[in-house]
T-cell receptor, first 115, second 112 residues
Framework: IAGITQAPTSQILAAGRRMTLRCTQD?????MYWYRQDLGLGLRLIHY???????GKGEVPDGYSVSRANTDDFPLTLASAVPSQTSVYFC??????????????FGPGTRLTVL | RKEVEQDPGPFNVPEGATVAFNCTYS??????FFWYRQDCRKEPKLLMS???SGNEDGRFTAQLNRASQYISLLIRDSKLSDSATYLC?????????????FGGGTRVLVKP
């Protein structure tokens, strides 16, 4: 693995189903993030984690949960998917949470369609 | 009002021409500014950070105007490969960590 990976690449999901989007980074970055990107709205932060063992809510956290059991992995779970969660989901990581110039590196994204 | 606003474009640019566009931000206390580039159906990638004094990276020049709360990006001698969506990104609260706010993006199309 080089950088940050996400799985699955795309998924079609029935409403009401549970779904976990996976994100793994091998850069030993402390901070990780989940965004959703919708047309006309840009990227919006769902949840973040400044370091392993801690998580926080972003701008649009409702309907999503995260965990950060270790440095490398930051899964995003939709407990009961709804059509409004149809979006492209990007995971990102940065070396630290406090630096103002730390670059965020993004994964390739997961395209999720909820029917 | 959105925290970070951009003209969605598209800006249709002849190859070799110069194009410039701005982004406005609402939080006057914002301390960090960036331009990211996003190609169609791909992930965003950092193009450049924006410093108070302005900065240049090859054909790309970024400026920050704190008084008017906007940042700009200028692309000189446009290449076909510059066609992309350019995302204006702001860190509105350094104390809260590296949580970034993204604009909706400005689409640039460079044509032969």
């Amino acid at each position: 693995i080089a950088g940050i990976t996400q799985a699955p690449t795309s998924q079609i999901l029935a409403a009401g189903r549970r779904m976990t989007l996976r994100c793994t980074q091998d850069m030993r970055h402390n901070a990780m993030y989940w965004y959703r990107q919708d047309l006309g709205l840009g990227l919006r932060l769902i949840h973040y984690s400044n370091t392993a063992g801690t998580t926080g809510k972003g701008e649009v956290p409702d309907g999503y949960s995260v965990s950060r059991a270790n440095t490398d992995d930051f899964p995003l779970t939709l407990a009961s998917a709804v059509p409004s969660q149809t979006s492209v989901y990007f995971c990102a990581s940065s070396d630290s949470a406090g630096g103002t110039t730390d670059t965020q590196y993004f994964g390739p994204g997961t395209r999720l369609t909820v029917l | 009002r959105k925290e970070v606003e951009q003209d969605p474009g598209p800006f249709n640019v002849p190859e070799g021409a110069t194009v410039a566009f701005n982004c406005t931000y609402s939080n006057s206390a914002s301390q960090s500014f960036f331009w990211y580039r996003q190609d169609c159906r791909k992930e965003p990638k950092l193009l450049m950070s924006v410093y108070s004094s302005g900065n240049e990276d090859g054909r790309f020049t970024a400026q920050l105007n704190r008084a008017s709360q906007y940042i700009s990006l200028l692309i000189r001698d446009s290449k076909l490969s510059d066609s992309a969506t350019y995302l204006c990104v702001v860190n509105p609260n350094k104390a809260a960590g590296n949580k970034l706010t993204f604009g909706g993006g400005t689409r640039v199309l460079v044509k032969p």
